[in-house]
């Protein structure tokens, strides 16, 4: 639904004011659709401008390669996928494909490319675009590092017009509605001779057919989209988009409160009910579409066998795992940390999705038991020496290291908790708080850390990082493994569900799937996080949540929120610009050096590891 807002709110969620008629994508076309035709412009004078504020650093502007959260949503901005998904109910609706069509075996899918949609340098789009993208990443391994998975079981992929695009596959696949690939211009990048490095970084504006351009880019900094006035669901009302990266979370309150920026995104609850009693600010607090975890190394390994890292080998033991997991409170981690703001950790998809979640029954549930725990241990040889540590036959002592992303207050506060629990067990934790957490889990030099990713309404990108083939080819590639896991029961599963197209079957096997995570002892998933967001209702008049009846703003399933979003009479101006590849007037009065973290930061092209909203 849109969300309309009055210009003072006090102590108000946005999800106590969500009175307003529900809206479909399609119902939302003509409020965009105005702005084109130039009314309202009482609200358009000056150059209004949308500043949201990021705490993730853009990993790539490369669709091939972006992974992150902050990534994979200006890519929905700015680039088609053939499908999207509907505000209301996150069913498949028509993005860049007005239509797909099954073979009655379900090998061959036939979409029709919409004749209205054109690329922003003023070329059409044509189905030779989608096949250019989905060969590139079927032929070129560097192309396939961001979605690969869904491209992996293609066996021919062909335009044969310019307005009808064919997929063949090798077998039956169940995600040949919610192929959540960017769809780019061939014409752009056919020249790339080298995906594992082209960032798509240099020049600006960025060629799209979405939304939104991107029309400037600064490490660390911000992300600058103007509104595509040719899209074809209609021109955006804000005349620019800014995304603005904040290291510290305080500063981005505190800019939202001056109204330098107009949404904030990730509180924690003190920031949540300290801006629920501001004037002009509505706090949203919807259920969330991630997970918040524990992943345990499971001995870092290659395709080809080659183990690598330094992660401790007392974790291969199983009984070790769960005892671990036996002295973990994850009631108490929702209730100290996240101070009821997230629901309590059980399967691997959060209860948004609610076909595909999954709970472990009583007699299979890891609970907390902190008695339990110390009973494993013993029972696997680690007992307790005269200083009360844990030590093996071998005499190492039970010391772990867990990975902390320093950015997120999340993590600092429950390590704190899990060194108290594991601390009278007899087993030490040393934390290890770092801005780039990317390189030691690349290399596997990491006993333990916390992990979490955004869910797609099609679950499959999430479960196939947990796959073998998900693992590096050798130790110096990079892979799209999430954590080095590779389980055969758990392939078997994931390849039956892969081409099981009735819903309830295929949720019946995800379930398992989780089932068979979760005893395997290498995941576990402490917490589904609220989205808690917020925004200035004297900037914003209304914007679209996703889902409609009590939905998050950032990170969406789509391009809703920023797109529907109407500018409010104190909506801040700058000065318009014709020089699109220009910072001029970004910043609203505030300097870089407030913005940016003393240095700018490593701007990788290969996969990083990222805060707790890891990928969309």
């Excluded at 391994?141 to 596959?169: C, M, Q, W, Y």
């Excluded at 509180?267 to 918040?292: M, S």
């Excluded at 472990?360 to 013993?378: M, V």
């Excluded at 079957?505 to 005893?519: G, I, N, T």
Aim: glycine residues 6%; proline residues 6%; negative net charge.
């Amino acid at each position: 639904m849109t969300v309309k807002t009055p210009h003072r709110t006090t102590r108000r969620r946005t999800r106590l004011i969500l009175a307003c008629a529900m809206l479909t994508a399609s119902a939302l076309v003509p409020q965009a659709t105005a702005a084109a035709d130039g009314t309202d412009d009482d609200k358009r004078d000056g150059h209004t401008v949308l500043t949201v504020a990021v705490s993730q650093s853009v990993d790539s502007l490369s669709p091939f390669l972006a992974q992150r959260l902050v990534s994979t949503s200006i890519h929905r901005l700015a680039y088609e996928f053939l499908t999207n998904y509907d505000v209301e109910d996150a069913r498949p609706v028509p993005g860049l494909a007005t239509d797909w069509r099954p073979s009655a075996d379900k090998l061959t899918w036939t979409y029709t490319i919409r004749k209205d949609s054109t690329w922003s340098d003023g070329r059409p789009v044509t189905a030779e675009d989608a096949a250019w993208t989905f060969n590139t990443m079927m032929e070129n391994e560097d192309a396939a590092t961001a979605n690969g998975s869904f491209t992996a079981n293609f066996k021919r992929v062909t335009a044969p017009d310019s307005h009808t695009l064919v997929i063949e596959l090798k077998k039956p696949q169940a995600t040949m509605t919610a192929l959540d690939v960017p769809i780019v211009p061939r014409h752009i990048w056919e020249d790339v001779t080298d995906f594992s490095s082209f960032n798509n970084d240099k020049r600006f504006p960025i060629v799209g057919n979405g939304p939104f351009v991107i029309t400037d880019f600064k490490v660390d900094q911000y992300v600058r989209l103007k509104p595509n006035k040719n899209f074809w669901r209609g021109t955006p009302r804000f005349d620019e988009l800014l995304l603005k990266y904040y290291k510290d979370g305080d500063a981005a309150v505190a800019a939202l409160r001056k109204g330098e920026v107009s949404f904030v995104q990730g509180l924690t609850p003190a920031q949540a009910a300290a801006l629920e009693k501001e004037a002009d600010i509505a706090v949203n607090d919807a259920p969330g579409r991630r997970f918040y975890a524990l992943a345990v190394n499971p001995g870092a390994r290659a395709k080809d066998g080659t183990r690598f890292g330094d992660g401790h080998p007392a974790l291969l033991d199983p009984a070790v795992r769960k005892a671990l997991f036996h002295a973990v409170d994850r009631s108490a981690v929702v209730d100290k940390v996240f101070q009821g703001h997230a629901v309590k950790g059980e399967g691997y998809i959060p209860p948004r999705f609610s076909s595909y979640f999954w709970k472990p029954s009583p007699s299979q549930e890891i609970a907390y038991d902190p008695a339990e725990a110390a009973r494993l241990l013993d029972g696997a040889g680690y007992r307790r020496n005269a200083e009360g540590k844990r030590v093996g036959e071998d005499g190492r002592p039970l010391d772990f290291r867990i990975l902390c992303h320093a950015t997120d207050p999340n993590d600092k506060a429950v390590a704190k908790y899990f060194q108290e629990w594991w601390g009278k067990l007899g087993i030490g934790l040393t934390v290890e708080c770092l801005d780039n957490v990317s390189d030691p889990w690349l290399r596997g030099d990491y006993d333990l850390a916390f992990d979490g990713w955004s869910v797609n309404p099609d679950p499959d990108f999430v479960l196939a990082i947990h796959t073998c083939d998900a693992l590096p080819a050798t130790p110096g590639d990079t892979g799209s493994t999430d954590n080095f896991i590779c389980d055969k029961r758990y392939d078997e599963l994931y390849a039956r569900q892969a081409v099981e197209y009735d819903p309830a079957k295929r949720a019946e096997l995800v379930k398992q799937m989780q089932s068979r995570l979760y005893d395997t002892g290498l995941m576990n998933v402490l917490a589904y996080p609220n989205a808690v967001e917020a925004y200035r209702t004297d900037h914003i008049e209304s914007i679209t949540t996703m889902p409609a009846g009590a939905g998050n703003l950032w990170g969406q399933d789509g391009y809703w929120s920023w797109w529907s979003a109407v500018p409010a009479s104190g909506a801040p101006v700058s000065a318009d610009t014709a020089d699109e590849g220009s910072s001029a007037g970004v910043f609203i009065g505030v300097a870089a050096a407030a913005v940016v973290a003393a240095g700018a930061g490593v701007y990788m092209a290969r996969r990083r590891r990222a805060a707790s909203d890891d990928r969309e």
